[in-house]
């Protein structure tokens, strides 16, 4: 997506709630604050919550030679370190191939099934060059509920912003830019730690 950036992304946000647009995040203002307060941990939190196909990637990975496996599990193999989740690991790697059970547990992937083992995941993708439009919109739309009420105060605005969020994950999921086997909310406790996730 060319030339969009960070205040772009910011001012299409504030632009949801009909407020003046900001310079910067580092901006002396409200807006500004609230979003340098929340744009980070919204960006991951987005990005991890559905499949969105920009952001997988995919590696080869060999077992670790001296994972803490313990009893249970008889191969570990270390998370890359830009991952933000790891999808569910199968037997061939693929989406489409049979899951197979693991567990993330401290930097690593358990599970009995020898390597090497291709292993997708979402990316902590940062720039926002690399993104979807779909998911620069749905983003804007996150970030302005999460402001909304500290900003205006007002539950409609707030209600207006999730509507234009919801409009844009269904776009997403309704052409393709979200993985269309991807669960629509956002994973359990158990998922995120990657135990027989059902996000595709």
């Known amino acids: 997506m060319a030339s969009v950036t960070v205040e772009d992304l910011a001012n299409m946000a504030l632009g949801i709630l009909v407020e003046a647009p900001i310079d910067s995040l580092d901006d002396n203002t409200k807006a500004a604050r609230l979003l340098n307060l929340h744009y980070e941990t919204t960006r991951q939190s987005e990005l991890m919550k559905n499949a969105w196909s920009f952001a997988i990637f995919r590696v080869e990975l060999d077992p670790e ?31 489409e191939g049979a899951r197979i059970p693991f567990k993330h547990e401290g930097g690593l992937l358990l599970t009995n099934y020898s390597g090497p083992r291709l292993v997708r995941y979402i990316a902590n993708l940062t720039d926002p060059a690399d993104w979807d439009p779909l998911f620069v919109e749905a983003l804007a739309a ?13 539950p409609s605005v707030l209600q207006g912003a999730q509507v234009v969020y919801n409009e844009a994950i269904s776009e997403a999921r309704r052409i393709n830019s979200i993985v269309a086997s991807s669960a629509a909310t956002v994973p359990s406790w158990a998922q995120q730690r990657g135990d027989w996730s059902d996000v595709r």
């Not at 890359?80 to 999808?87: E, F, Q, S």
């Not at 970030?143 to 009420?149: Q, R």
Request: no cysteine; charged share 25%.
């Open 65 to 95: 030679a001296d994972a803490p496996t313990g009893d249970v599990y008889g191969y570990g193999y270390s998370v890359p370190d830009d991952a933000l989740r790891v999808l569910p690991l199968t037997d061939t790697g693929e989406a």
């Open 142 to 154: 996150r970030l302005a509920m999460k402001i909304a009420m500290p900003l205006t105060n007002k």
